[in-house]
């Protein structure tokens, strides 16, 4: 049974940084194309950040140069690091496994996701 886990989320400032952690089990995700998505509330689930198995990457637009994905292989782990964070980033995280790299779509296993609240 795969299980994703997600923590690392919290309440920051406009400017500050969060890392968010997801703990893969029951499967080694280095097999998979593992993501990031976040959810406000009243709006869409989108995606924020992928990366395959070959280790490339790839940001929404509203994200990129501010966040980096990457993975522990050895602790099957998926972090986002996400610096200069602004008010627009508050959502509800979620990691997910077995996405479609190139179209940006999610695959079926989906952690709990953890809050991330940006505000002054």
């Known amino acids: 049974q795969v299980q994703l886990v997600e923590s690392g989320g919290g309440l920051v400032q406009p400017g500050e940084s969060l890392r968010l952690s997801c703990v893969a089990s029951?499967?080694?995700?280095?097999?998979?194309?593992m993501g990031w998505y976040r959810q406000a509330p009243g709006k869409q689930r989108e995606w924020v950040a992928l990366?395959?198995?070959?280790?490339?990457?790839k940001y929404a637009v509203s994200v990129e140069g501010r966040f980096s994905i990457s993975t522990d292989n050895a602790k099957n782990t998926l972090h986002l690091q996400m610096n200069n964070l602004k008010p627009e980033d508050t959502a509800v995280y979620y990691c997910?496994?077995?996405?479609?790299?190139?179209?940006?779509?999610?695959?079926?296993?989906w952690g709990q996701g953890t809050q991330v609240t940006v505000s002054s």
């Open positions: 029951g499967s080694s995700f280095r097999f998979y194309v």
């Open positions: 990366t395959n198995g070959d280790g490339s990457t």
């Open positions: 997910n496994q077995g996405g479609n790299y190139y179209w940006n779509t999610p695959g079926k296993y």
